[in-house]
């Protein structure tokens, strides 16, 4: 089971044109999850051998979908654990 190790976010934006033709911009959240995954070698000697490696998600949304995700992480937080079955 991946591990989270840290969470770090990045703002962009992006400019578009309304309908009356001036710029407008939209603002777009990356929140990058680094995670620690196992990983299993097999060694010179016969052994597998577990090491751990970090591994970078990246998700890239606008602001109400960041409204979304939170609501549901709140959802999951408050659930019971009847209501997970």
Do not use: C, W
């Not at 999850?33 to 970090?54: A, T």
């Amino acid at each position: 089971m991946n591990q989270l190790i840290s969470i770090s976010q990045n703002n962009y934006y992006i400019k578009t044109k309304d309908k009356d033709g001036a710029d407008k911009f939209k603002k777009y959240i990356e929140l990058v999850f680094l995670v620690d995954k196992p990983n299993f070698i097999y060694s010179n000697e016969g052994e597998v051998v577990r090491e751990r490696l970090l591994e970078r998600l990246a998700v890239t949304l606008d602001e109400k979908h960041l409204d979304v995700l939170i609501l549901k992480l709140l959802e999951v937080q408050k659930a019971k654990e009847e209501d997970l079955k």
